[in-house]
């Protein structure tokens, strides 16, 4: 572990955990991104402007984040736009298949003691481990 910052870390744990009970406490709805994104293409009376709000959240925090603590965004990503654009897409493909994304199960779900979401989430971490090393042994990148 290069960078371990566990105040940071926790910090951000906290926050996470915060925002998620605050969507359920005061809006009743889990905070599952990809079902919040995936809502936005379709439209919906009473269910739009709070879903684009939520986005332009996330986007503006990085945004924010970018410009007030620029060097947290410094990465390298060892392989090619192509691959990185086929790992999300993958990404995309496996959250509809698991009907949630890691916010949604592995958060939201996990935090409930859903036993659904504690499948998904194990299924999430062994399938990220598995796909890091076979990206890493069969394209020469780094994990």
């Not at 809502?39 to 332009?56: C, D, I, N, P, Q």
Request: with cysteine; proline share 3%.
């Amino acid at each position: 572990m290069e960078h371990f910052t566990p105040v940071s870390s926790l910090i951000g744990g906290v926050t996470i955990g915060l925002a998620a009970s605050l969507m359920l406490l005061l809006n009743g709805r889990i905070c599952g991104v990809s079902g919040i994104f995936g809502g936005l293409l379709h439209f919906k009376k009473g269910e739009t402007l709070w879903r684009f709000s939520f986005v332009a959240g996330l986007l503006c925090g990085g945004v924010l984040l970018l410009v007030f603590h620029p060097q947290s965004m410094d990465i390298n990503i060892p392989y090619s736009g192509p691959m990185v654009m086929l790992a999300g897409l993958l990404v995309g493909i496996g959250t509809r298949m698991g009907s949630g994304c890691t916010s949604g199960h592995g958060i939201c779900g996990v935090s409930r003691l859903a036993p659904r979401s504690l499948v998904a989430t194990v299924t999430f971490l062994a399938s990220g481990a598995v796909a890091a090393i076979l990206a890493s042994q069969l394209l020469g990148g780094q994990t």
